[in-house]
């Protein structure tokens, strides 16, 4: 069975601090991954999406980045935390592409910038 | 542009009485729906999607929604709901060949024993 991993749990960090969240997919091959950010009392939005190793494409600018080290690792990461940055963040995946494609997300790691 | 509307922040019902859900959506073209249900401290989890034909889908948990394309809406309803139906409840919707998903705010349900 496939499961999805994400670290930290929670992450309480300065401002202008560096940031690594990570996630890891096991049990699925050449999976489609996601990061999605949720600000407190804000809706969900896909900040980046990866087809394949090495490769990401990003969908929202918000001083981040991500990258794709592995088949099975999805990595979102800063160097200078904002403020802005507080929220819950998300990782998914999905076998197929497209906007029928179903995908199944994370537990999510909550971070509070101060 | 594609975009979701969850009018209610909040609705609170009994335990065993009906629910309904709002979701509104704009989209040029007929849109992939999904409702996703997120309980305290863990990740999203897809209760139903609408892809084409018959508007009523059935989902996980005695959950089901009604595709409506004249009222631009897609309302998750649920006959009885029991108090383990408190949650978070997420409207969302993607089209055409990228796999954006676009979210409503989400409505928090709680159930009243």
């Known amino acids: 069975a496939q499961t999805i991993h994400q670290w930290p749990v929670a992450e309480i960090k300065a401002v202008g601090s560096p940031l690594s969240l990570g996630c890891t997919i096991k049990g699925k091959s050449s999976p489609n991954l996601y990061w999605y950010w949720q600000a407190t009392g804000g809706t969900l939005q896909q900040l980046f999406y990866s087809i394949t190793v090495g490769q990401v494409e990003s969908v929202v600018q918000l001083n981040l980045s991500a990258s794709r080290p592995k088949d099975d690792q999805f990595i979102l990461s800063t160097e200078k935390l904002l403020l802005s940055h507080s929220g819950f963040y998300l990782c998914?995946?999905?076998?197929?592409?497209?906007?029928?494609?179903?995908?199944?997300f994370g537990p999510g790691t909550r971070l509070t910038v101060l | 542009a594609q975009s979701v509307t969850q009018p209610d922040a909040r609705v609170t019902v009994s335990e065993g009485a009906s629910l309904q859900l709002r979701c509104k959506y704009s989209y040029s073209a007929t849109p992939y729906l999904f409702w996703y249900v997120q309980y305290p401290r863990q990740g999203l989890q897809l209760l139903l999607k609408y892809y084409s034909g018959d508007p009523v889908v059935q989902g996980v948990n005695s959950f089901e929604a009604e595709f409506s394309k004249s009222n631009s809406s897609f309302h998750l309803q649920k006959a009885s709901v029991h108090w383990s139906d408190s949650a978070v409840y997420f409207c969302a919707l993607s089209g055409g060949s990228n796999a954006k998903l676009t979210f409503g705010k989400g409505t928090k349900l709680s159930v009243k024993s």
């Open positions: 998914a995946w999905s076998l197929a592409w497209g906007g029928a494609a179903e995908q199944f």
